[in-house]
């Protein structure tokens, strides 16, 4: 069971780096809510690894069976991989590759919010992002965010292929007689 987690973890976690990377030096002149799109369907695609681990585990590594509660381990274990790949890149990323893009978001939030809302319902929100603006900017912060965002599409993930893939081998009693 260690190897298929570790294995199918580390392919989540190259191919979400992968996809991070790709979208920030290819994509990066796109409006922040398609990016926030591209990442969650990121996330998704290298969260699919999930599945991939677990029906490795029990058709290959387990004679054709695993339990719910086994494959919801597994599920989670990669998802968890994934999750603290992705939240140690996020912290590379906000604080070496661009440590300017907690500033140029928080920017593109107030300007959003002027446009969007009345000037009294403005400054209530402001102020609360005020009050934020330095919580938002903590590395550590960060890490806990964008580790948990993907944790719990993993779990989800991991929930759903675990009702998909559990299988049992049926029981070779002998009747009574």
């Known amino acids: 069971m260690k190897k298929t987690v570790f294995k199918f973890g580390l392919y989540g976690s190259i191919t979400i780096c992968v996809l991070f990377l790709l979208s920030w030096f290819v994509l990066d002149d ?4 398609s990016q926030e799109v591209l990442g969650y369907i990121s996330m998704i695609v290298s969260l699919g690894f999930v599945f991939f681990g677990i029906k490795q585990y ?25 999750a603290l790949a992705f939240g ?12 300017e893009f907690t500033t140029e978001y928080y920017n593109h939030s107030v300007e959003t919010l002027k446009a969007s809302l009345p000037a009294d319902e403005f400054e209530a929100k402001l102020a609360e992002m005020e009050s934020q603006k330095e919580l938002f900017s903590n590395p550590l912060f960060s890490f806990v965010v964008m580790a948990l965002t993907v944790f719990v599409i993993g779990f989800i993930i991991s929930l759903l292929s675990a009702l998909v893939l559990q299988r049992k081998l049926a029981n070779n009693h002998k009747p009574k007689s």
Do not use: C, Q
């Open 30 to 33: 796109l409006p922040y809510f």
């Open 58 to 82: 029990r058709d290959i590594e387990n004679d054709g069976k695993v339990s719910f509660k086994k494959a919801l381990l597994i599920g989670i274990l990669i998802s968890l991989i994934t």
């Open 88 to 99: 140690i890149l996020d912290v590379f990323y906000t604080e070496v590759l661009n440590p």
